[in-house]
């Protein structure tokens, strides 16, 4: 079975410009989750899809990150424009059902962002 | 949200049993207590899950005592490789956040 897979793997950018993420989660899954892990915490989380409707998205900065996931299948993470403090390893997560009661997320590797 | 507590750093030596504690009130009764293990560059993995009793699977085991205040990760016979930093996550953790989690460093 495939994973989640995430891209890129690495990204550097300059304060102020834009970047975007993908994210595929395992087929099937109706429930993805972005994260944010700055060095030496742990995972935040960012936003939380069903299928393609927005459940949680109330630790999204919403003034310069966005998100989306059309035809509840892949999504994008977009930092329009990116800060020094964005610098962090962006996480992709999905599960079969949020609601279930021992819901387990499997997580693609990240994508590091380093903001200059 | 349920008020997790666990260590955030353990030294064990290769060969020995690992126990990491993780205490969390007001779970309820069929709630599910998830462990995950995160290695350095890799995203979190899903390594076991119970809400009673004791679980076990081919990586480690799960204890969680009647009252529910707490709950046990063992991993037995660790090796250099568990080298890594394990979160107890209580329901609804995930939708917030992981924590710090438990950093088990295992010396050879």
């Known amino acids: 079975e495939a994973g989640v897979a995430q891209s890129p793997r690495y990204k550097i950018i300059e304060k102020r410009q834009s970047v975007a993420f993908w994210c595929n989660p395992i087929s099937g899954h109706a429930t993805l989750y972005w994260y944010q892990q700055i060095l030496g915490q742990g995972p935040k989380l960012l936003i939380q899809?069903?299928?393609?409707?927005?459940?949680?998205d109330s630790q999204l900065p919403k003034d310069r990150f966005s998100a989306e996931r059309l035809k509840g299948v892949d999504s994008t993470l977009k930092i329009q424009p990116a800060k020094l403090e964005d610098s962090a390893v962006y996480l992709c997560?999905?599960?079969?059902?949020?609601?279930?009661?021992?819901?387990?997320?499997?997580f693609g590797s990240g994508t590091q962002l380093s903001v200059l | 949200l349920a008020k997790t507590t666990q260590p955030i750093s353990m030294d064990s030596y290769e060969g020995q049993e690992v126990n990491i504690t993780c205490s969390h009130n007001?779970?309820?009764?069929?709630?599910?207590i998830t462990w995950y293990q995160q290695f350095p560059s890799q995203g979190p993995r899903f390594i076991i899950q119970g809400y009673k009793t004791k679980v076990t699977n081919e990586v480690a085991s799960l204890f969680i005592p009647a009252d529910r205040k707490s709950s046990t990760l063992s991993l037995p016979r660790v090796s250099l490789s568990d080298t890594a930093v394990y979160y107890c996550l209580p329901p609804g953790y995930q939708k917030v956040t992981f924590g710090i989690g438990t950093k088990l460093q295992v010396i050879p």
């Open positions: 007001n779970i309820a009764t069929n709630d599910y």
């Open positions: 997560a999905s599960s079969l059902d949020r609601q279930r009661a021992n819901e387990k997320l499997f």
């Open positions: 899809f069903q299928n393609n409707g927005v459940v949680d």
